[in-house]
C-alpha cells in the first residue's frame, strides 16, 4: 500500500515538473560544454587556465574587475599554477596605488603577489559611466551568479547574432542570442586571432571563450579540485565506516527477536 | 522512567550523584526503554540534533570571520571562501547544513503525522517540536540574509514587509525592525545577532522536547503502548544508539554529496550577486525549505489575507492534536486517513514546487488548489474521518505478530476500546 502511495507521488511530481518548460519560452537554453571540471573527479585544464587568464587580461580586464582574487592564487595548487617568478612578473607588470605614506601621499607602486587583482575603474560609479550606464559586473564569481554557471558564460560570448528582422537595438546595445531579453550592453570583444596565445593553440573565438570561461569558473570556486578530492575521500570513509556499523547494528540487535 | 534506582559504584561518582545527580541521568539516558520496533523513520530525532550541533559549531566558526557590515558582508563570506583555511568547507556545510536540517525536520514532522505521534499523551512534545520548527525557519531566514547578496537583500524586503500589512501599526512596526527605512545596516546587525541567539534558543527547547518524550516513552509504529516493557522495549544503549548512527551515517553520505559535489544547487545564483538596492531580481524566491508557505502567502489576492494565512498555516499545527478525533494513533491501521495522508504530503510538494514559480496562470490556480487542500485537511478531513472511520485491528501488544483483517478476537481489540 505504501509503495503504490509512494510511486503516485513520484508519478504527480514528475508530472508537475514537466509543466516546467511552460514557464521560459523566450529564452534559449545555454550550450551544453563537456568541462574538464564537470564530476565527481572533474579538474581544471591547466593550459586553458592560463590561457583563459592571457584573455581575461588583455580583453576583459578592460572593464571588467575581479576583484577578490589576489595575484598569489594564480600560482596556487588547484588554478593555473604559474611560477612563482610568472605571479611576481604577472603582479609586477600593474602599478598599484598604495599608502598613505609618512608624507600622508598615495603613492603608487608595482604590484606583489600579495595584492587583489587591479580594478579597470576606482569605483561602480566610474565602470557604469564609462560603459553607456551599464555596470560591467565584477568577474569574481560572475560563474557562480549565472543560472547555467559556465555554460551560460561560454554561450553568451559566443551567442551575439545580427538581431532577427523587427528588432531594432538602440546604440550600444547588441544582440545576443543567449543574454535574457536577448539584449546585451557588452560589445562582441572576441574575434578569431585577437590574442596571440603563448602555447601556440590557435586562438579561435571559440577557443578563447572556453578558455576564459575556465578561467572565470576557477576563479568563481578556487576550491573546486580539492573539493573534489576530498568528497571522493570523504564519501569512501563514510560507506567503509557505514558498512562497519550497519554489520555491527545487525550483531547487536541479533540477541533481540525483532528486525533492524 | 528508570525502572531501577541507580546508584555509582565509586564513593567519588556517589558523593557526586548525590549533590548533582548527573550520573543518574546518564544511566537513565542509557537505559531508556526504547520500543524495539521502530523502524528508520524513528532515526531522525538524532540526525536533527546532529544537524544542529553541526550548525552551531560551523556557524560560531563563521562568525569569527565574518563581518556583520552592508559594505562588508559580500567581501567578509569570499575572504572566508578563498582565504580562511578550509573556510569552504565550513561554509558549504553550514549552508547546506540547512537545508538538510529541513529535510530531516519535515520527515520527523511527517512521521509524526503519519504514527500519530502528536496524540495524546505527547500532546507537549508535539508543541514544542513546532516552537523549534518556527525559530528554525527564523533562524534559516536571517541566515540567508547574512551574505548580503541579491536575494538576502529582496528575501529580506519582502519578508519584512509583510508585516506592513498590519492595520494601522503596520508601518511603524516594519520601521522598527528595520532599524532605517528600508533593510539596510541596522537590519542586516540585527539579523546577525538574532540568527547567533536562535540555536541556542533551539538547543534548550530540544532539551525540554527529549524531556517531554522522556516522560510518555517513545510512540512506535504500531502507535500502542507499552505493554510489557521487558519484552516489548530494548535499552536505548546500545540498540537504539547504533541503529541511529547507522542512519546517521547515511544521512551524512548525502550531506556530504551535496557539500562536496553540488554545494550550490539548493541556493540561488542571484545570491553571489551582491546586494543592490536599486535593481529587484526578475523573480524573489525564499529557499526550497519555506516555498510552501511562500506559495500559500501568494495564493491570496489580498495582501493582509496572505499574511494571516500564512502564519496560520503553521499555527493550525499547534492545535492538531485536538483536530485528530481518531482514537487510533497509527495510519497503519486507519485504511481512510493513510490516503489522505499522503494527498497532504503531494499538497505540501505541490505547494513548495509552485512556490519556486511565478504566481500567475496555472500555478496560482494551483497555489490557491494547495492552499485549500492544506487547510481543509486539517479543519475537515482530520476530525470527520477520525470519527467515521472504521480501522482494521490493532495488535494486542508490540511484541505479539501485527494482526491482518479478520484474524482471531482474542489477539484483535476492536477499536473503540481505549487504546
Not at chain 1, 550550450?31 to 592571457?54: E, H, N, Y
Not at chain 2, 569570499?78 to 536540517?101: Q, T
Not at chain 2, 493582509?304 to 494513533?329: C, E, Y
Not at chain 2, 496555472?362 to 477520525?386: E, K, N, S
Amino acid at each position: 500500500m505504501i509503495k503504490s502511495n509512494i510511486k503516485l507521488l513520484v508519478l504527480s511530481f514528475l508530472l508537475l515538473i514537466s509543466l516546467r518548460p511552460l514557464q521560459s519560452a523566450e529564452m534559449v537554453d545555454p550550450i551544453k560544454v563537456d568541462w574538464s571540471f564537470k564530476g565527481l573527479t572533474g579538474k581544471f585544464d591547466r593550459a586553458s587556465l592560463q590561457r583563459g587568464f592571457q584573455v581575461y587580461k588583455e580583453v576583459c580586464a578592460s572593464c571588467h574587475s575581479m576583484q577578490y582574487l589576489s595575484y598569489r592564487n594564480l600560482g596556487e595548487p588547484g588554478g593555473p599554477e604559474f611560477s612563482e617568478q610568472e605571479v611576481k612578473a604577472i603582479a609586477a607588470s600593474f602599478e598599484i596605488e598604495d599608502g598613505p605614506d609618512s608624507q600622508g601621499e598615495m603613492f603608487t607602486r608595482p604590484g606583489k603577489p600579495s595584492d587583489k587583482f587591479k580594478s579597470p575603474y576606482p569605483n561602480v560609479q566610474a565602470a557604469t559611466a564609462a560603459n553607456g550606464g551599464a555596470y560591467p559586473p565584477d568577474m569574481s564569481v560572475l560563474v557562480k551568479a549565472r543560472k547555467g554557471g559556465a555554460n551560460y558564460i561560454y554561450s553568451v560570448l559566443v551567442g551575439y547574432e545580427d538581431p532577427p528582422p523587427g528588432v531594432t537595438l538602440d546604440d550600444g546595445v547588441y544582440y545576443n542570442k543567449y543574454m535574457a531579453g536577448n539584449k546585451i550592453k557588452m560589445p562582441n570583444n572576441l574575434m578569431d586571432g585577437l590574442v596571440e596565445y603563448a602555447d601556440g593553440t590557435e586562438s579561435t573565438v571559440d577557443q578563447m571563450a572556453k578558455d576564459v570561461t575556465t578561467f572565470l569558473a576557477w576563479a568563481a570556486e578556487p576550491e573546486l579540485e580539492e573539493r573534489h578530492k576530498t568528497g571522493v575521500k570523504v564519501i569512501i570513509y563514510l560507506v567503509l565506516l557505514t558498512i562497519l556499523v550497519y554489520l555491527s547494528m545487525k550483531k547487536i540487535w541479533s540477541r533481540v527477536d525483532s528486525e533492524v | 522512567m528508570s525502572e531501577h534506582e541507580y546508584t555509582p559504584k565509586s564513593k567519588a561518582g556517589k558523593w557526586f550523584n548525590d549533590r548533582l545527580p548527573l550520573l543518574t541521568l546518564g544511566a537513565h539516558l542509557t537505559d531508556y526503554p526504547t520500543p524495539k520496533n521502530l523502524n528508520y523513520w524513528w532515526t531522525f530525532g538524532g540526525i536533527l540534533t546532529f544537524c544542529l550541533i553541526t550548525q552551531i559549531v560551523t556557524g560560531i566558526v563563521l562568525a569569527m570571520h565574518y563581518v556583520a557590515h552592508a559594505d562588508l558582508a559580500f567581501a567578509s563570506v569570499e575572504h572566508i571562501m578563498r582565504d580562511v583555511n578550509y573556510g569552504w568547507l565550513i561554509r558549504y556545510i553550514h549552508s547546506n547544513g540547512a537545508s538538510m536540517f529541513f529535510l530531516a525536520v519535515y520527515i520527523h514532522i511527517f512521521r509524526s503525522l503519519f504514527y500519530g505521534s502528536y496524540k495524546s499523551p505527547r500532546e507537549v512534545i508535539w508543541i514544542i517540536g513546532l516552537m523549534i520548527y518556527l525559530l528554525m525557519m527564523a533562524a534559516a531566514f536571517m541566515g540567508y540574509v547574512l551574505p548580503w547578496g541579491q536575494m538576502s537583500f529582496w528575501g529580506a524586503t519582502v519578508i519584512t514587509n509583510l508585516f506592513s500589512a498590519i492595520p494601522l501599526v503596520g508601518d511603524s512596526i516594519t520601521t522598527w525592525l528595520w532599524g532605517a527605512y528600508s533593510v539596510d545596516n541596522p537590519t542586516l546587525n540585527r539579523f546577525f545577532s538574532l540568527h547567533y541567539l536562535i540555536p541556542f534558543l533551539i538547543l534548550g527547547l530540544v532539551v525540554l522536547h527529549i524531556w517531554a518524550l522522556h516522560v510518555p516513552g517513545n510512540n512506535n509504529p504500531v502507535g500502542i503502548d507499552i505493554k510489557k516493557p521487558s519484552k516489548d522495549t530494548v535499552p536505548f544503549h546500545p540498540y537504539i544508539t547504533i541503529k541511529d548512527a547507522f542512519a546517521l551515517l547515511v544521512f551524512m553520505i548525502i550531506f556530504a554529496g551535496f557539500v562536496f559535489f553540488t554545494p550550490n544547487v539548493l541556493g540561488h545564483s542571484d545570491n553571489y550577486i551582491p546586494a543592490n538596492p536599486l535593481v529587484t531580481p526578475a523573480h524573489i524566491v525564499p529557499e526550497w525549505y519555506l516555498l510552501p508557505f511562500y506559495a500559500i502567502l501568494r495564493s491570496v489576492p489580498d495582501k493582509l489575507g496572505g499574511v494571516i494565512l500564512m502564519f496560520s498555516a503553521i499555527f493550525i499545527l499547534f492545535v492538531l492534536p485536538w483536530l485528530d478525533t481518531s482514537k487510533v494513533r497509527s495510519a497503519v491501521f486507519r485504511p481512510i486517513y493513510r490516503q489522505f495522508f499522503w494527498i497532504l504530503v503531494i499538497d505540501v510538494l505541490m505547494l513548495g514546487y509552485v512556490g519556486a514559480m511565478p504566481a500567475e496562470g496555472i500555478y496560482l490556480v494551483l497555489a490557491r488548489v494547495g492552499t485549500i487542500y492544506y487547510f481543509l485537511h486539517f479543519i475537515v478531513v482530520m476530525p470527520v474521518v477520525g470519527y467515521l472511520e472504521k480501522t482494521d485491528p490493532i495488535p494486542m501488544s508490540i511484541s505479539e505478530p501485527v494482526l491482518t483483517g479478520g484474524t482471531e478476537p482474542s489477539l484483535a481489540r476492536k477499536v473503540n476500546d481505549k487504546v
